[in-house]
């Protein structure tokens, strides 16, 4: 059974930083791309960005490209999403999410199966 655990969500001003953690068990977490992805109030969720197994390939939505870095740590199963310059628009519930197949490279929500609880992010002006 996969289980994703996110943390790290909170209240912050903008302009200010976030790091969020999710830490995965259930899968052989080498073998998987993982995505962050976020819903604002009243919305579907929309892609954050992705990370591949390997840790060499990332893919970014427009709104937080140099803004935000993904990255991830294999020994201990956990990727992150480094969140910088924070704006209000960024407010929103967070989630962490495995694609339903290892060895699969994803931008399309649908194809990810696993997903965590979520963190609330929310940003100040």
């Known amino acids: 059974q996969v289980q994703l655990v996110e943390s790290g969500g909170g209240l912050v001003q903008a302009g200010g930083s976030l790091r969020l953690s999710c830490t995965a068990s259930?899968?052989?977490?080498?073998?998987?791309?993982m995505g962050w992805f976020r819903r604002h109030p009243g919305k579907e969720p929309e892609f954050v960005a992705t990370?591949?197994?390997?840790?060499?390939?990332?893919n970014y939505a427009d709104s937080v490209k140099g803004r935000f870095t993904i990255s991830r740590d294999n020994a201990q199963n956990t990727v992150y999403l480094q969140m910088n310059n924070l704006k209000p628009e960024d407010t929103a519930v967070y989630y962490c999410?495995?694609?339903?197949?290892?060895?699969?490279?994803?931008?399309?929500?649908?194809?990810?199966?696993?997903w965590g609880q979520g963190t609330q992010v929310t940003v100040s002006s």
């Open positions: 999410a495995a694609p339903i197949a290892p060895y699969v490279y994803t931008l399309e929500i649908a194809n990810f199966g696993s």
């Open positions: 259930g899968i052989t977490f080498t073998r998987y791309t």
């Open positions: 990370i591949i197994w390997g840790g060499d390939t990332r």
